[in-house]
């Protein structure tokens, strides 16, 4: 009995000595492997490297978007859509010198001008745009340059 469990201990320890060895066999190929990949060089500092360039970059484009958005907000507000309707205001002049010009920005928000033309004078006379609408009444010709506006 005491000879088998010697035989035991000899096979394991025999056992144990080939996974150690194996063991260190694997770990100094992925050693090679790794200064390999990382041209003689430590390669998991190197890639931790990487990982906080990469951090460094997802916060920067973070802030490009935020500066873009900030962008977008402001354009928003601005004259995005032009309506110019010409026209002969009296029939006495062989051109159409009058013209109603909408202004307006991405919400149809803005003013729309309406310049008469006259032989004698001319008048300009200007009325809000709040969501395509206005408080005023609008002339044909203005309501027809806030709709070319619009439709662009």
Same mark, same amino acid.
């Given at each position: 009995?005491?000879?088998? !469990? !010697?035989?035991?201990?000899?096979? *394991?320890?025999?056992?144990? =000595?080939?996974?150690?060895?194996? *063991? @260190?066999?694997?770990?100094?190929?992925?050693?090679?492997?790794? +200064?390999?990949?990382?041209?003689?060089?430590?390669?998991?500092?190197?890639?931790?490297?990487?990982?906080? $360039?990469? #951090?460094? @970059?997802?916060?920067? #484009? #973070? &802030?490009?978007? $935020?500066?873009?958005?900030?962008?977008?907000? /402001?354009?928003?507000?601005?004259? %995005? +859509?032009?309506? =110019?309707? +010409?026209?002969?205001?009296?029939?006495?002049?062989?051109? /159409? !010198?009058?013209?109603?010009?909408? =202004? !307006? #920005?991405? /919400?149809?928000?803005?003013?729309?001008?309406? *310049?008469?033309?006259? &032989?004698?004078?001319?008048?300009?006379?200007? %009325?809000?745009?709040? %969501?395509?609408? *206005?408080?005023?009444?609008?002339?044909?010709? /203005?309501?027809?340059?806030? $709709?070319?506006?619009?439709? %662009?």
């Amino acid at each position: 009995m005491e000879n088998t !469990l !010697l035989i035991i201990s000899v096979i *394991s320890s025999i056992i144990s =000595l080939i996974s150690i060895c194996i *063991s @260190l066999i694997i770990h100094n190929k992925y050693e090679k492997t790794m +200064k390999k990949l990382g041209e003689g060089k430590d390669f998991s500092k190197m890639l931790s490297e990487y990982i906080m $360039q990469v #951090d460094k @970059l997802n916060k920067r #484009d #973070d &802030q490009i978007i $935020q500066v873009c958005n900030n962008i977008n907000n /402001e354009l928003s507000h601005c004259i %995005k +859509k032009i309506g =110019l309707y +010409k026209y002969n205001a009296f029939g006495n002049t062989k051109n /159409e !010198l009058s013209f109603s010009i909408a =202004l !307006l #920005d991405r /919400e149809n928000n803005g003013i729309v001008l309406n *310049s008469i033309y006259g &032989q004698d004078n001319s008048n300009i006379y200007a %009325k809000e745009i709040v %969501k395509g609408k *206005s408080r005023m009444k609008l002339s044909d010709e /203005e309501f027809e340059a806030v $709709q070319i506006a619009i439709n %662009k």
